[in-house]
């Protein structure tokens, strides 16, 4: 497992969101809702000077929306799976925006289901505190994941 750090500033997300609470299987649903009506967000992605998407992000926070981590042992959550925005665009109905705070991550390619807990073990091992909800990323150019895990608040 190749870990990176990056820090990136606040950034906004328009998607479809969902809770643990749905029920198994409800973050697939989500991504197959959001990519089933991405023409309704098309002209508020975020793009690079290139005119290619930046990126969809799986943004996840507690269920009270504070982005922090999922609750009872990452079990309990909200998830938002969408597409980077500009921070003034305006969620179209029955989408929502979030604004994620500026933040350190480290950063490892979602290399399969162990992904996730390999990383909260190799944080614990080294002392690392994990400071917020983790994040999924997925590279438009490349279909590349990766999963962002917060350290710092900037």
Same mark, same amino acid.
């Given at each position: 497992m190749n870990i990176d750090k990056y820090i990136k500033q606040s950034f906004?997300?328009? !998607?479809?969101?969902?809770?643990?609470? *749905?029920?198994?299987?409800?973050?697939?649903? @989500?991504?197959?809702?959001?990519g089933s009506h991405f023409n309704e967000v098309a002209h508020l992605a975020k793009r690079d000077e290139g005119g290619n998407l930046v990126g969809f992000w799986g943004a996840m926070s507690d269920l009270? !929306?504070?982005?922090?981590?999922?609750? *009872?042992?990452?079990?309990?959550?909200?998830? @938002?799976a969408g597409v980077e925005v500009d921070d003034n665009a305006q969620p179209p109905q029955d989408w929502i925006k979030w604004t994620m705070p500026s933040s350190e991550y480290l950063y490892v390619k979602t290399e399969g289901p162990d992904t996730f807990m390999s990383m909260i073990e190799y944080m614990k091992a080294n002392e690392i505190e994990l400071v917020g909800a983790v994040y999924d990323f997925i590279n438009p150019q490349s279909g590349q994941g990766y999963m962002y895990f917060p350290i710092r608040r900037l």
């Open positions: 906004s997300v328009i !998607g479809k969101l969902g809770s643990t609470g *749905d029920g198994t299987g409800f973050i697939q649903e @989500l991504w197959q809702s959001a009270s !929306g504070s982005f922090m981590p999922w609750e *009872d042992n990452f079990s309990k959550g909200l998830y @938002l």
